[in-house]
């Protein structure tokens, strides 16, 4: 590899919120969603040049910002963005919640498919409106849409919009044409706009293919919003940056008045030139870090399959995030969560935080170097494992209790 995505770089006291929000001594953080690696050199060229230009005031948006995502679109995913569509803001979060203030009002009904991103919840009780739950089926180590249900709860009609999570953040699927399709038409005959969170769309790994969810059809593009940003792909969440695509003018002009209203319409100086740079001249790198990441989860699921089989693993089609099935310990995720980090010092996330249909799973972060990926599994096969040996002497000690 041209790239060295093996170097261990010391993120502690960087007032990283992955590595510094826990100060205790040697926690491991495998949660939140960002990565362990230097972003693209081309970034950090263009922001150092930057840096040393040393004035920072208020942005301009430059055009080759709106060409660098066009191309990039254009090029990598064959889907023509038109220039009067795009809306720029501080981050995909923001965005979701200007979006839901300005196409709902409170009491509307906002569907979505758990176990989903837990900021789903929170951008909709936010702005005064009920979740409603269209549980993904779980079977045979993935996961699959029930569209009998959706399609049933999309008749209410105080449903007004479908959050889209595609690639899906924790299940990992990347939803196929086939099934966006079919979203898309039960959708469109019960007027439910679809807000599609794409913002994992550049980590999709060999034999899948991210398919924008507005570039299938006119009817999708002029009935749904997108949410984009290469924060995850290009490890750039601490620069704020992130797009909104709505071809329809009327919804794009209420959601423009919606991030002036949340003041989520300034972008920094540092997000626009990493974003140029990245669009522009970071997809070798981005080539390179898919094939790392895809190593990890290989490497992953080769040492469950040896020294944890009773704990499925999800397969990964997309983003670096793994999804764990833990419910044989039939503990809570809470309660793994909290034991993994008090004996074992691994901070992961409880698959309960992503509604109901995440208890008894865990999500597990693989984008670090590969000795950090082997020290976390060590310490989650010593932790899962002693919870293990814990609910078998509960069991034993339970029938011994029922047989006197």
Known sequence: MKYDFDEIISRRNSNSYKWDAVMEEGVLPMWVADMDFRTAPAVVEVLRKRMDHGIFGYTKVPPVYYDAIINWFTRRHGWQIDRDWIIYTSGVVPALSAIIKALTVPGDRVLVQTPVYNCFFSSIRNNGCEIVANPLVYTNGT???DFDDLARKATDPKVKLLLLCNPHNPVGRVWTQAELMCIGEICLRN????????????LVYSGHTYIPFASISDDFRNRSVTCT??????NLAG????????ADESVRVKIDK???LNEVCDVNPFGVEALVAAYNDGEEWLEELK?????????MRTFFNKYLPQFPVVKLEGTYLVWVDCSVLNRSSKE????????????INEGSMYGEAGEGFIRINIACPRQILIDGLNRLKRGLKEISLCYCRDKQILLHDTIE
Do not use: G, M, T
């Open 258 to 260: 919606a991030i002036n």
């Open 143 to 145: 996961y699959r849409i």
């Open 229 to 234: 940003s290469p924060s995850k792909a290009f």
């Open 191 to 202: 007027d439910v706009l679809v807000v599609a969170d794409e913002i994992h769309c550049e």
């Open 291 to 299: 094939c790392y990441l895809s190593d990890n989860y290989l490497y």
């Open 336 to 347: 793994i969560a909290e034991i993994l980090l008090k004996a074992e010092k691994l901070w």
């Open 239 to 246: 620069l704020q940056i992130a797009n909104i695509f709505a």
